[in-house]
Nanobody, 122 residues
């Protein structure tokens, strides 16, 4: 069974930082791309960032570029999302997901975590 478990969410003041983690099990982790998505109340789901399996290429939404950093540790089957200079508009439920890179980039990965809430106060 494929499982993705997010952690690290919470409440932080604007300008602060958080690091989200996504622990993956049940598949050959190093062969899969991983993406972070978010959904804020009343808004559509947004792909925040993703990282490839082959060469660790990274992709970022314009809204987070320069503030968020995605990384992966294939020895721990874990992906991280370092979030700096957080803004109230970053408030959302954050989900990690995995599949082949094309599916993650398209926003249609097969496997999803349950999500972790990030709330940024002004």
């Amino acid at each position: 069974e494929v499982q993705l478990v997010e952690s690290g969410g919470g409440l932080v003041q604007a300008g602060g930082s958080l690091t989200l983690s996504c622990a993956v099990s049940g598949l050959p982790f190093k062969n899969f791309a991983i993406g972070w998505f978010r959904r804020a109340p009343g808004k559509e789901r947004e792909r925040v960032s993703c990282i490839s399996s082959s060469d660790d290429s990274t992709y970022y939404a314009d809204s987070v570029k320069g503030r968020f950093t995605i990384s992966r540790d294939n020895t721990k089957n874990t992906v991280y999302l370092q979030m700096n200079s957080l803004k109230p508009e970053d408030t959302a439920a954050y989900y990690c997901a995995t599949d082949v890179l094309q599916a993650v980039l398209a926003g249609t990965p097969k496997y999803w975590g349950q999500g972790t809430q990030v709330t940024v106060s002004s």
